[in-house]
C-alpha cells in the first residue's frame, strides 16, 4: 500500500530519494508511515509522521516539548556506558531547514524520526516478561525526566487527564444526544453514571499536595514502547505528543489497561477480553524496579486503583466520541467507539472484582523488595 509522500523529500535531510512509503502502526490520532530512502544504494527507513493538528493545536510548543525532552535524554545516555541513544530515544531529523517539523501548503504538519530498527511494538502482550519490560522502560523514562531543565513543559492538551472533566463531558453528550445514539449505548450509559463517585481520587491529589506533578507520558500504551528483538528489553518509549506534566498515576494505569487485557482494545466478542492478574503483578514488578526509588507513599497505594481509573476514562472518552458522531478517534467501521468503550467497561469490570487480589499482589511485591 504505497503512498505518495514525494512531496515531503525536498523538505527533510533525507539524503537520498524515497524509495517507498507505507502507513504503519495503529495509532488513533496522527498519520504514521514508513519511509524507506536510498542512500548512498543502500535502502535506509525512517518513520515519517503527520501531526494530528486538530487535537494537538499548538504543534511548535508540541515540537519543541518532544526536543527538549529527547535531547535531555539522549545526554543522560551518553554518559551510560553501553548505551545506545540512537535506539534509546526518538531522535528527529531536521528539514532541510533546520526545523524539527515541516508544514506543507494545506496546513498539514510533518515530522521524521530515525526508524528504530530490529525493535518492535506490540498491541497485546504474549508473556509476562514482556509486561515487566514494558513497565522498566516507562519508569526509566519518567526517572530521567524528573531532573529535566528549563521550567515546565507546555501541556499540549490541557486537563487531558482530568476524569472528573472527561465525565461531565459525557453526561452532556447524554443529555444533547446530537446523533440520537444514546439508545443503543443505554447499557454503557447506565455502566458509566454509576461510576462518578471516584474520579475525582488523582486530580484532587493532585491539588491537595498528596501527589506530586512529574514529567509524564500520558499515552502509555503497551504499543508505545518498543521491546528489543534481540533480549526483549523495553528500549524505547516512543509518542511523545503528549508528555507534559502529570500523575505518574496515569501513566501506570495505562499500562495496565493495555497489558492485562487479553484482547484488543476493539475486540467485539467480549468474552475474549480477561484481565490477567500475572500481567499486572509482571507490571508492578517491572515498575518498580526502575520506579521505586522515586514513587511516594501515596503514588505507590493507588497503582492497583490507577488501572482501573484510566481504563474507565477512556471507556467514557470512547463512550463520548460513539454519542458526539466519531469525531475524535478515528474509527474503521460503524460503532467501531461503542466497540472500544464496550471492552474497556469490561475490563473495569473485571478490575473492580479483583481489586483485593491487586491490592495484596503489591504488598507482596512490596515485601519482597
Ligand atoms: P501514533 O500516534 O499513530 O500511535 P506512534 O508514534 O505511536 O504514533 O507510531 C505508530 C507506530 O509506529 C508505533 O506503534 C511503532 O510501531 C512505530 N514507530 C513509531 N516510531 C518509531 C521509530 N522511531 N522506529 C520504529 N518504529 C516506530
Ligand atoms: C489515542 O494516538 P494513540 O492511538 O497512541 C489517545 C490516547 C488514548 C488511546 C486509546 C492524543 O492514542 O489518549 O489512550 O488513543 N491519544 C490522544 O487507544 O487522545
Ligand atoms: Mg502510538
Aim: net charge negative; proline share 4%; aromatic share 8%.
Amino acid at each position: 500500500m504505497n503512498v505518495d509522500l514525494q512531496h515531503l523529500a525536498p523538505h527533510f535531510q533525507f539524503r537520498g530519494p524515497i524509495m517507498a512509503a507505507i502507513p504503519y502502526g495503529s495509532g488513533h490520532i496522527n498519520d504514521t508511515y514508513k519511509v524507506t530512502v536510498e542512500q548512498g544504494g543502500q535502502p535506509v527507513n525512517y518513520i515519517v509522521q503527520r501531526v494530528n493538528h486538530k487535537v494537538f493545536t499548538k504543534t511548535a510548543e508540541l515540537m519543541r516539548n518532544i526536543q527538549r525532552v529527547t535531547e535531555h535524554i539522549r545526554r543522560k545516555l551518553e554518559a551510560i556506558p553501553g548505551s545506545d541513544p540512537s535506539r534509546e530515544t526518538l531522535t528527529l531529523i531536521p528539514t532541510t531547514d533546520n526545523n524539527c517539523f515541516y508544514q506543507d501548503k494545506d496546513g498539514n504538519f510533518w515530522r521524521t524520526y530515525i526508524f528504530i530498527e530490529k525493535a518492535r511494538t506490540y498491541d497485546t502482550v504474549s508473556s509476562t516478561e514482556q509486561a515487566r519490560q514494558a513497565a522498566r522502560a516507562f519508569g526509566t523514562f519518567q526517572g530521567m525526566l524528573m531532573d529535566l531543565p528549563g521550567g515546565p513543559l507546555f501541556e499540549t492538551i490541557p486537563d487531558f487527564h482530568h476524569t472528573p472533566q472527561r465525565f461531565k463531558r459525557l453526561q452532556d453528550a447524554i443529555k444533547t444526544d446530537s446523533k440520537n445514539r444514546a439508545a443503543k449505548a443505554a447499557a454503557e450509559i447506565s455502566f458509566a453514571l454509576k461510576r462518578g463517585d471516584s474520579v475525582a481520587t488523582v486530580v484532587d491529589g493532585l491539588a491537595a499536595g498528596t501527589l506530586p506533578w512529574r514529567v509524564t507520558h500520558n499515552d502509555t500504551k503497551i504499543n508505545n514502547v518498543m521491546l528489543n528483538d534481540d533480549d526483549g528489553r523495553g528500549i524505547c518509549v516512543i509518542d511523545l505528543d503528549t508528555v507534559m506534566p502529570g500523575s505518574i498515576l496515569y501513566d501506570f494505569g495505562d499500562q495496565v489497561r493495555t497489558t492485562t487485557a487479553t484482547a484488543a482494545e476493539d475486540e467485539q466478542d467480549l468474552s475474549k477480553v480477561q484481565f490477567r492478574l500475572d500481567m499486572f503483578e509482571a507490571l508492578i514488578r517491572g515498575y518498580l524496579e526502575t520506579a521505586g526509588s522515586f514513587l511516594n507513599d501515596e503514588e505507590i497505594r493507588l497503582l492497583p486503583f490507577s488501572g482501573r481509573l484510566i481504563t474507565f476514562e477512556i471507556g467514557i472518552r470512547f463512550l463520548t466520541d460513539y454519542l458526539e458522531g466519531d469525531v475524535y478517534f478515528k474509527t474503521h467501521r460503524p460503532d467501531h467507539n461503542l466497540d472500544r468503550c464496550r471492552t474497556q467497561f469490561e475490563m473495569v469490570r473485571q478490575m473492580e472484582e479483583k481489586a483485593e487480589a491487586m491490592e495484596k499482589l503489591l504488598a507482596s511485591c512490596l515485601k519482597n523488595r
